[in-house]
């Protein structure tokens, strides 16, 4: 199987006068803002989370792949952190090191939260669990008290008791919320950016070329690609408006061209993207890209 090439960022086509570019980096205000939409997700998927656990007996934040690869709580670390997306992309706000920081700890603390609810709102023989023990020694009681049950068991059958073990279990889990955080934080710096004008480049257009031959990519991909390296960016939109078949099933390979802009000013990144099958799924093989501010058309 071909190793998948490397993608390019192609020089930046010669743009026309353009406006002042404007400096500064996010203030502190603007990212406690935007962290203040991360705590009420965060808030919100901790509640979900002990109500789904007190009333349907399902503790997703538990659940654990080969028993070492905390998904259930990458998942909900990455649902309490998805406020950070919301703030960022309503506000135009670029991604800090603070941000950072506030997103894995919010996604962190997620955690604790959960916990915090069963905690404050459990009861035992009809008392308040709150009444009964401080929640430092809550925290130790169901920590060493964790068992371990395969989704394989039936549902009465009883879990391992896994002891001091379980302190391992819940720092996979802690470390799982913490993952959960960093995945959103690094989609965020993914989205093309206009420094310039403080906007995400939210206008898009996206063209997809499909063939049912596995390697129909390769020469399609050369000659979109050297047109955009030679400048030509409309020259390589309009020949990958004639590439691909129509189809919608049986597709092993494809062409992704996809414009974005700025939607105050004529900044635009060109990205071309090459998939081929891979078993099951279409895998990412090449990609090109360019900044430009010249007009360009997709239809």
Not at 10 to 37: H, N, Q, W, Y
Request: glycine residues 8%.
């Amino acid at each position: 199987m071909d190793s998948p090439a490397p993608s390019a960022d192609l020089p930046a086509a010669p743009p026309p006068t353009a406006p002042p570019k404007r400096t500064g980096k996010p203030s502190f205000m603007e990212d406690m803002i935007v962290t203040a939409f991360g705590f009420a997700t965060s808030t919100g998927v901790a509640w979900l989370s002990w109500w789904m656990a007190a009333h349907w007996d399902f503790a997703i934040y538990t659940w654990m792949f080969w028993f070492v690869v905390p998904m259930g709580a990458v998942g909900c670390g990455f649902a309490a952190a998805t406020g950070y997306w919301l703030g960022a992309r309503l506000f135009n706000h670029r991604p800090s090191k603070w941000m950072l920081f506030n997103i894995v700890l919010v996604s962190f603390t997620t955690f604790f939260a959960i916990h915090h609810f069963h905690y404050t709102n459990d009861q035992v023989m009809g008392r308040p669990l709150s009444s009964l023990m401080s929640y430092e020694d809550y925290l130790v009681e169901v920590t060493e008290n964790m068992t371990y049950k395969s989704s394989r068991g039936g549902s009465n059958t009883p879990g391992t008791p896994l002891g001091k073990l379980g302190w391992g279990v819940a720092a996979l889990q802690v470390i799982g919320f913490s993952v959960g955080g960093f995945v959103v934080h690094g989609m965020l710096l993914g989205v093309p950016y206009c420094g310039r004008c403080s906007k995400y480049l939210s206008q898009k257009k996206t063209k997809v070329a499909r063939w049912k031959e596995p390697e129909m990519w390769r020469s399609a991909f050369d000659e979109v690609a050297g047109l955009m390296q030679q400048g030509q960016l409309q020259a390589a939109i309009d020949k990958h408006a004639t590439l691909g078949e129509d189809r919608r099933t049986h597709v092993n390979s494809m062409l992704t061209l996809l414009l974005r802009k700025c939607p105050d000013c004529e900044a635009r990144r060109l990205v071309l993207t090459a998939r081929r099958t891979n078993g099951n799924q279409l895998d990412v093989v090449a990609s090109a890209s360019v900044n430009t501010e010249e007009p360009l058309h997709m239809t």
